[in-house]
């Protein structure tokens, strides 16, 4: 029903990945074909191109559902539906973030001061009309060249900065680079083409397939704890007991309580000690799939 478009290079790995977890594998014939399917009946076709191309292949019909990142959305200036974002990057599920980086030994210190700038101010980027909106906005001039890869290596002789993409700023940094300014934050959204999106049945299986991605990404940051614990002592065991909601209580046959409850993932490490601490016993840590609300 659907013709599904992914991205390639950065986000490609984590793509596939979310996507097999979401029971949703893409398959295809070698890890460098452009061409995959996903054996379900909403995904009629699966192309896998450069993220910069998706969004404007998206509002121009070709593709019905696609990845990308919203920094290409908004470079692109693409006309298309986003039906919600997914929490992930290229390693992490921290947003990406859209920079502005000068020499670590330069004199500006805001975005602004870059209109003091004698002569025209050289900018390098893979984001050209993104970068030339935030610098028209501060009333910069500049030559902003495109720049095919490298970027950060370009200060000082081809360029006086650069906009760049970066999760942690550690490669820039490692470039002798000081991020001046971010002039966007990007998560991975998933975009629609606007005739499809309003096509009665298209629109449904677009939910479908976003609520199976979206519950994987949030399972992934929580586990399930199940245990048990004497009647005396259950208020104090739930009382330490972080949840989504409350947790499941169940009266077991010989005395006592079974509990079970989902918490983040970050706190198991602590909260499992702390129970027994406090009387719980055979206490289960299990990995969840999908969490759907």
């Given at each position: 029903?659907?013709?599904?478009?992914?991205?390639?290079?950065?986000?490609?790995?984590?793509?596939?990945?979310?996507?097999?977890?979401?029971?949703?594998?893409?398959?295809?014939?070698?890890?460098?074909?452009?061409?995959?399917?996903?054996?379900?009946?909403?995904?009629?076709?699966?192309?896998?191109?450069?993220?910069?191309?998706?969004?404007?292949?998206?509002?121009?019909?070709?593709?019905?559902?696609?990845?990308?990142?919203?920094?290409?959305?908004?470079?692109?200036?693409?006309?298309?539906?986003?039906?919600?974002?997914?929490?992930?990057?290229?390693?992490?599920?921290?947003?990406?973030?859209?920079?502005?980086?000068?020499?670590?030994?330069?004199?500006?210190?805001?975005?602004?001061?870059?209109?003091?700038?004698?002569?025209?101010?050289?900018?390098?980027?893979?984001?050209?009309?993104?970068?030339?909106?935030?610098?028209?906005?501060h009333g910069i001039e500049a030559d902003i060249a495109l720049s095919y890869g490298a970027t950060e290596a370009k200060v000082p002789e081809i360029a006086d900065c650069v906009v760049d993409i970066t999760e942690t700023g550690r490669a820039l940094s490692a470039a002798g680079l000081r991020i001046l300014d971010t002039l966007l934050l990007s998560q991975t959204e998933v975009i629609a083409n606007r005739a499809a999106s309003e096509d009665k049945d298209k629109r449904h299986a677009m939910?479908?397939?976003?609520?199976?991605?979206?519950?994987?990404?949030?399972?992934?940051?929580?586990?399930?704890?199940?245990?048990?614990?004497?009647?005396?002592?259950?208020?104090?065991?739930?009382?330490?007991?972080?949840?989504?909601?409350?947790?499941?209580?169940?009266?077991?046959?010989?005395?006592?309580?079974?509990?079970?409850?989902?918490?983040?993932?970050?706190?198991?490490?602590?909260?499992?000690?702390?129970?027994?601490?406090?009387?719980?016993?055979?206490?289960?840590?299990?990995?969840?799939?999908?969490?759907?609300?």
């Amino acid at each position: 029903m659907l013709r599904l478009v992914l991205p390639k290079g950065s986000l490609e790995r984590a793509t596939l990945d979310l996507f097999a977890a979401a029971d949703l594998a893409v398959a295809r014939a070698s890890e460098v074909d452009y061409r995959a399917t996903i054996a379900d009946p909403r995904v009629a076709e699966v192309r896998i191109l450069r993220p910069q191309e998706i969004p404007v292949y998206v509002e121009e019909g070709l593709f019905d559902l696609g990845i990308t990142g919203h920094d290409w959305v908004v470079e692109r200036g693409s006309d298309v539906v986003v039906l919600g974002t997914l929490n992930y990057s290229k390693s992490t599920s921290n947003p990406m973030k859209v920079v502005l980086a000068v020499a670590q030994d330069s004199p500006w210190k805001t975005l602004s001061d870059l209109s003091d700038h004698d002569g025209l101010l050289r900018v390098s980027t893979e984001y050209p009309e993104l970068t030339r909106r935030a610098l028209e906005a501060h009333g910069i001039e500049a030559d902003i060249a495109l720049s095919y890869g490298a970027t950060e290596a370009k200060v000082p002789e081809i360029a006086d900065c650069v906009v760049d993409i970066t999760e942690t700023g550690r490669a820039l940094s490692a470039a002798g680079l000081r991020i001046l300014d971010t002039l966007l934050l990007s998560q991975t959204e998933v975009i629609a083409n606007r005739a499809a999106s309003e096509d009665k049945d298209k629109r449904h299986a677009m939910g479908q397939l976003f609520t199976l991605l979206q519950g994987t990404l949030e399972a992934r940051e929580k586990v399930l704890v199940k245990l048990n614990v004497p009647s005396e002592r259950l208020d104090e065991v739930v009382g330490v007991l972080p949840s989504l909601r409350s947790p499941t209580i169940s009266e077991l046959s010989g005395g006592g309580y079974a509990v079970e409850t989902v918490i983040p993932k970050s706190e198991i490490n602590t909260l499992i000690p702390a129970l027994k601490d406090h009387g719980a016993t055979d206490i289960l840590e299990l990995a969840l799939s999908k969490i759907v609300h």
